[in-house]
């Protein structure tokens, strides 16, 4: 415990700001033009929230799906994991979240159920809205190239971030929530530590 | 040949004091630049100049082809200016392709002085991943292979033992950083025939001053310094406080150049590893391997120095 003790957060961080914030570039080049997807993807969960469409449910947790495991295999363990060592940890995660979200939105359909708190649905919404329009101009506001811009469905914070949002608007299990808890508390310490 | 007669009446005895205490070997560049500091592995005598190449973070740049083309950049600038000794790890993510890369595409694979470091628990992987660290590196043999943070040491010295007789490595070395697990690292120097030991040690954290370098001398150890600026915090730190003006006459000009100049004129150091992304740090980092390097009372005076504006 002495030793571990010894040790920052910092030293687990074997990458720049630099090269960390290029890799969306780069990535971004890649997928490119699967954006115009992702913003499909993104329109379809909206209506779907709104006029809660009795196949809504499930379709949503498909998407969610697609998304996860497209950012563990794509993102994180094809891109990342090159300058990460522990990413491939990462993508891990993301893939056992794709599992729960497939148990607990497509076979259980837990995602049929709406709640009806006002307060859930007001920060689903505002949460939803960050990850959806804010996020991917974050790259411009902290003066980065415009090409290093993060996207729902494609990137991995936007992505947890609106996934938790969609997950406030449905009566799920909170073992939904654990590993996009854990994931943005990861990103956040990195982002601060880099 | 000039420029040796133009160093001033102070540095040239110094750089005489240096080199008859058998610290220093006097090289001349190409370039004719000065007199490029090495130093003597003690199990071999073969001379590596004082100031290496770092890799961890710096060199971590996936297969980003704007980088890598800056991390050769940066590795040219190390080779020009008399750098040999380049250091990383399989810890290190991407850093061991980028330097291969560097290498190919500066033709130096049979100039640099790998080192590599193996780096997991469980050492029947071992032999594996030093494989494809010479993948990485394109290399046929590393110079140094050493045992990253002691992690599984035993086994892996073991090996590492073996490979040598074999031919396969030149070096055997262990390593650790951030002054952790020192005790154990001493029982090993006293036991283990090592070549080579790495850890860390800079003007404000001297702790491996009371045993690590003077055990490391007595036992014939040569020493390669990790995070000589603190991971940055300290150059971050003082920079913006005013470099004495006698800092000229050990051939000081930056802070960068002042920290490594401390480190690499300590009798145990063998060679100083700052780690840079940078063109322009690389070239100053790589004047600190220039004669001359302070006395014994100029480190103490360094010191003084630094512990009072800081």
Redesign the interface.
């Known amino acids: 415990m002495g030793?571990l003790t010894?040790?920052r957060l910092?030293?687990f961080i074997?990458?720049?700001q630099t090269?960390y914030y290029?890799?969306f570039e780069?990535y971004n080049q890649f997928v490119w033009p699967l954006h115009f997807l992702a913003i499909i993807f993104a329109l379809i969960i909206i209506y779907a929230l709104w006029k809660k469409p009795v196949w809504g449910g499930r379709l949503v947790a498909l998407l969610l799906v697609v998304c996860w495991l497209w950012v563990a295999w794509v993102f994180l363990y094809q891109?990342f994991y090159?300058?990460?060592?522990v990413a491939n940890w990462y993508a891990l995660g993301f893939a056992l979240q794709a599992g729960l979200i497939i148990w607990y939105g497509l076979i259980r359909n837990c995602f049929a159920l709406f709640v009806s708190n006002q307060l859930r649905i007001k920060i689903g919404s505002a949460l939803l809205f960050v990850a959806y329009i804010v996020y991917p101009f974050i790259a411009l506001m902290t003066g980065r190239s415009w090409m290093q811009f993060e996207m729902f469905a494609l990137a991995p914070d936007p992505t947890v971030l609106a996934s938790l949002a969609i997950l406030l608007f449905y009566k799920v299990p909170v073992s939904l929530y654990v590993i996009p808890v854990v994931w943005m508390l990861l990103s956040v310490s990195t982002l601060i530590v880099m | 040949m000039n420029n040796k007669h133009n160093l001033s009446r102070r540095r040239f005895l110094q750089f005489m004091g240096l080199s008859a205490s058998g610290l220093i070997v006097p090289q001349f560049t190409q370039a004719g630049t000065g007199v490029l500091i090495t130093k003597s592995i003690p199990s071999s005598n073969e001379q590596i100049p004082v100031i290496g190449l770092g890799s961890s973070r710096t060199f971590n740049v996936g297969n980003d082809p704007l980088a890598l083309d800056n991390v050769a950049e940066v590795m040219r600038h190390f080779f020009k200016a008399g750098g040999r000794l380049i250091d990383s790890s399989p810890m290190y993510g991407s850093s061991q392709p980028a330097i291969g890369y560097g290498l190919k595409k500066l033709a130096k694979i049979k100039d640099v002085f790998s080192a590599d470091k193996v780096w997991t628990g469980d050492f029947h992987q071992g032999a594996e991943q030093m494989q494809e660290s010479r993948q990485h590196w394109k290399l046929d043999t590393f110079d140094l292979m050493q045992v990253h943070n002691l992690v599984a040491w035993q086994a892996h010295l073991e090996i590492l033992f073996r490979m040598k007789q074999q031919g396969k490595i030149r070096y055997v070395g262990i390593t650790t950083s951030h002054g952790r697990r020192h005790d154990e690292l001493v029982d090993i120097m006293k036991k283990q025939p090592l070549d080579f030991v790495q850890f860390s040690y800079n003007i404000l954290d001297r702790e491996a001053e009371q045993i690590l370098l003077p055990l490391a001398k007595q036992r014939g150890i040569a020493v390669i310094i990790n995070r000589p600026f603190q991971r940055g915090d300290l150059i971050h730190e003082l920079n913006n406080k005013p470099l004495p003006k006698w800092a000229n006459t050990i051939g000081c000009e930056s802070w960068s150049q002042f920290l490594l100049k401390f480190i690499a004129s300590h009798p145990a150091v063998s060679c100083v590893i700052p780690a840079t992304s940078q063109v322009s740090h690389v070239r100053e980092n790589m004047q600190a391997c220039y004669s001359p390097l302070p006395d014994e009372a100029m480190r103490r005076r360094m010191i003084d120095y630094v512990e009072k504006i800081i």
């Open positions: 030793e010894s040790y910092s030293d074997l990458f720049s090269v290029r890799q780069l891109r090159q300058i990460h060592v």
